[in-house]
């Protein structure tokens, strides 16, 4: 999916209470207050059951042996989780789905079927295998339960050439035959809040199309994906090739909208002027 963020610090008021998933042990209960089904994790279990798989596909990191040795050192107080998953699901309703630069994800969003799980990696080797984990679980869920996942790290601090680094390693270890985990079950969405398109000037609104107010990875089933296209092809559309045109154009209007509603007041109501 296509998501992007204006304006980090509009992106924090209160929303209605979201599920909190504790990267951590699997149980799921349904608790009425909340909009989806809360996925309490503690996933100690299947952790330790993956860090001997997932280890052998970490990328080269300097000062980091194996995987499971850096799991578990940080963590996230209670308010540090409500946080991320508010900020994360204000982005979404605000910008995702205001703006519709997404056409799928107003439906999971309203019905409650996107798992919010905050992970407290601070390195990629713990980053990985919190995805590897969560990728599991998302195919092994029903698809009328949880639709998709957004997998969240407030925490973890590399740049974003790194963090699109990870996203390349990774989508490559994806596709390779040699993955048994997902068996390329999974696609990534990658978002950071400094992502940017090489091609484009730096003042581009475009780059809000991948930008989040945190590093952020949404996990999509492929099979959901194949669908789409397919169905897209079936009508004659290339369906990435119309979002990304539709994208481009609607970030450069929101923000043309928004310099002209600044400067408004000083061009005698004109709502053509431009400064």
Not at 41 to 69: I, N, Q, R, V, Y
Not at 199 to 214: D, G, I, N
């Amino acid at each position: 999916m296509a998501w992007m963020a204006i304006g980090l610090a509009a992106l924090v008021p209160p929303l209605t209470p979201v599920p909190i998933l504790r990267l951590a042990a699997a149980s799921l209960e349904s608790t009425p207050r909340m909009r989806s089904p809360t996925l309490r994790l503690s996933h100690d279990e299947e952790k330790a059951a993956l860090s001997a798989d997932a280890a052998s596909l970490c990328p080269p990191h300097e000062g980091a042996s194996t995987l499971s040795s850096h799991v578990g050192e940080a963590s996230l107080s209670p308010q540090e989780e409500e946080a991320a998953v508010r900020q994360c699901a204000t982005w979404i309703d605000q910008h995702v789905i205001r703006l519709g630069l997404c056409p799928y994800a107003a439906k999971p969003f309203a019905s409650g079927q996107i798992r919010y799980a905050v992970s407290a990696a601070t390195t990629d080797q713990e980053l990985l295998l919190d995805f590897f984990v969560e990728g599991r679980l998302l195919l092994d869920a029903a698809p009328s339960e949880v639709a998709t996942t957004m997998l969240i790290a407030p925490k973890y601090p590399a740049d974003i050439e790194s963090f699109y680094a990870l996203y390349e390693w990774l989508v490559d270890t994806l596709e390779s035959e040699d993955e048994e985990e997902l068996n390329n079950g999974i696609q990534p969405a990658f978002f950071h809040p400094r992502w940017s398109f090489s091609e484009l000037e730096a003042s581009s609104p475009v780059h809000f199309e991948k930008r989040a107010p945190v590093p952020v990875i949404n996990l999509l089933r492929r099979a959901d994906l194949d669908d789409v296209v397919q169905t897209g092809l079936e009508r004659g559309v290339i369906v990435n090739k119309q979002l990304a045109e539709y994208n481009a154009e609607t970030l450069e209007a929101e923000v043309s909208a928004r310099r002209a509603a600044v400067y408004r007041p000083h061009l005698g109501g004109k709502p053509d002027s431009h400064p």
